[in-house]
Nanobody
Framework: VQLQASGGGLVQAGGSLRLSCAAS????????MGWYRQAPGKQRELVAT??????????NYADSAKGRFTISRDNAKNTVYLQMNSLAPEDTAVYYC?????????????WGQGTLVTVSS
């Protein structure tokens, strides 16, 4: 299983970035995909998730992301995206993608390697 995140970089406050995470080795369409972030000295936190499977496409956002970030997925490309607008310095973090699926009583989870987003003021 491989989750390859990309799209991070340096951007000025108020700018935008689109992160991508390409998955391989899993039946992507049935997995819930998520973006998480970890700022220096802080715990990793949820940014957004999007479900897969029959109810695919339902989204959930952290309060800090609502109205500014949009998560989406392209099952044909096995890729999940995070469009980030109106970026602020407090959005600076390493962003990780995660694939999740519950199978009976087991929870399958896979993490990508992370991509650094730096927002300058």
């Amino acid at each position: 299983v491989q989750l390859q995140a990309s799209g991070g970089g340096l951007v000025q406050a108020g700018g935008s970035l689109r992160l991508s995470c390409a998955a391989s080795g899993i039946p992507f369409n049935v997995y819930t995909m998520g973006w998480y972030r970890q700022a220096p000295g802080k715990q990793r936190e949820l940014v957004a998730t999007i479900t897969g499977g029959g109810s695919g496409g339902s989204t959930n956002y952290a309060d800090s992301a609502k109205g500014r970030f949009t998560i989406s997925r392209d099952n044909a490309k096995n890729t999940v995206y995070l469009q980030m607008n109106s970026l602020a310095p407090e959005d600076t973090a390493v962003y990780y993608c995660k694939a999740m699926r519950k199978v009976i009583t087991a929870l399958l989870e896979y993490w990508g390697q992370g991509t650094l987003v730096t927002v300058s003021s």
